[in-house]
Structures are given as C-alpha cells and as structure tokens.
C-alpha cells in the first residue's frame, strides 16, 4: 500500500469522529439553548398535536432526534428524555429514551475506535509506564467503571462515549454497560417527564432544580456505590494481602 493510500485510508477513518467533534463545538456555540424545557413548554400542544395524529412516526422522530443529539452532545440530554416522558408516560417512554440515547453513545464509541482507537490503544501498550498501568486497569475493570460513569454522569458526554474508545474498551462491553448504566436515570427523567402535562396545564414553569435535590441524586449515589464494590473489594483485599 502506498504512503498516499495510507493517509487517504487514515483520514477516512478518522472522518465520522472529526465530524462528530466539530458538530459538538459548533452546537454547544450556537444550539445548545434551543434544548430548554421553557421551548418544551412553548411548543408542547403542538407536539402532543403531531402525536395524536401520527404517533408511529413521532415515535420513530424523537428516537432519531435524541440520537442525533446525543451524537453530537449537546447539552440538555436530561431535557430530552422528559420531553420523551411528557409525550410518550413513562412506558414506552423509557424505552425510546434508553434506545436513543445506547444508539447514539454507540455511534460516537464506533466512529472514535476506528478513527484513533486502536492506533492509540496499541501505542499506549507498546509504551508502557503509568498511562499503560492505568489502561490495563480500567481493561480488567471495564464493567465496575463503565457502569460508574454511567450512573454518575460526570464526565461531558462526548468524553464518556469517546474515553472507553480510546483506552480499548471491547464494544459489547461498552454498548452493554451503557445500555444498563442509563436506565435508572432515564426512569427518573422520564417520569418526571411524565409529570409536566399537569404542570403546564397549572400555569407553572419547570425548572432542572430538582436534579440537584438529594431525592433525585442520592438513588444514583447509592447504585454508583454499588457497583464500584467489587473493585472496592478487590482493592482491599490486595491491600491486605
């Protein structure tokens, strides 16, 4: 193969993650305020409109919608998933955000290992030191973190899609984890979701305040907690060992 097919080859590869990348940037600049729940108030007869009267195809709108949303991480990925609740109840509801949201995180996880992840996996191995001890780490640990990450999301999205990408993270490992890791969440957003057609139709205004109440937050400590255990107790026991 020569020098100029393997550049071409290489910048294929790596196009699908490039382009993912500057949609992010230019959508966190110029979009991310369009994703608000006061829009979802604003336009929320005519949404249960466009439902009742072409449900399957609002259904299959939202899913690709959420998708695309996720791919290029916009802010507002809570407020999606309400807006999935307030027009869907909690089921399917739940079903279509969880869905969307495993489809789009799969995306960005495929186009950023065949752009730079196994160069940069196989780079980090050959290397060796302490970035190699802490890749191999998070390899023999890969389900305890990757649920972590999930139930506690704090990490930017596109960094949580692209990090496990890029230390070699297998792909039903992390299609998996993310799958289950973003329902107990999903639960919580779509049921409060659920709940704003009786806000709207009080005169009240919505807010993501609750996000940050202990009644919302404590739960997903607690799961978060949970599955870090077995590391917990793996590391303790090599300790005292």
């Known amino acids: 193969m020569t020098p100029t097919i393997t550049l071409f080859a290489r910048l294929m590869r790596r196009a699908p993650i490039l382009l993912i990348a500057a949609a992010a940037v230019l959508a966190f600049i110029f979009f991310r305020h369009l994703v608000s729940l006061q829009g979802l108030e604003r336009h929320s007869h005519d949404l249960l ?3 009742d009267q072409h449900y399957l195809a609002t259904a ?16 507002g990925s809570a407020v999606v998933a309400m807006a ?30 065949s752009g730079f992840g196994h160069e940069l996996a196989q780079q980090i191995e050959t290397r060796g030191g302490a970035v190699a001890r802490m890749q191999q780490a998070l390899k023999e640990h890969q389900v305890t973190v990757l649920l972590s990450m999930r139930l506690i999301p704090v990490l930017p999205l596109l960094v949580s899609n692209v990090l496990p990408a890029l230390v070699g993270v297998r792909f039903w490992t992390f299609a ?13 957003f779509t049921q409060l979701g659920a709940g704003l057609g009786d806000m709207f139709a009080r005169g009240e205004h ?13 739960p997903l400590l607690g799961l978060a907690a949970l599955s870090l255990a077995p590391l917990l107790i793996k590391v303790t026991s090599r300790r005292r060992g």
């Open 206 to 218: 919505p807010n993501l305040h609750i996000l940050f109440t202990p009644e919302f937050g404590l």
């Open 49 to 51: 409109a466009l439902r």
């Open 60 to 75: 299959l709108g939202f899913i690709v919608i959420y998708t695309g949303l996720v791919v290029i991480s916009i802010p």
């Open 176 to 188: 998996i984890t993310t799958f289950v890791g973003i329902i107990p969440a999903d639960i919580i």
């Open 84 to 113: 999935g609740g307030f027009l869907f109840g909690l089921f399917p509801g739940v079903f279509y955000n969880v869905i969307a949201a495993t489809m789009g995180a799969v995306i960005v996880f495929l186009a950023a290992r």
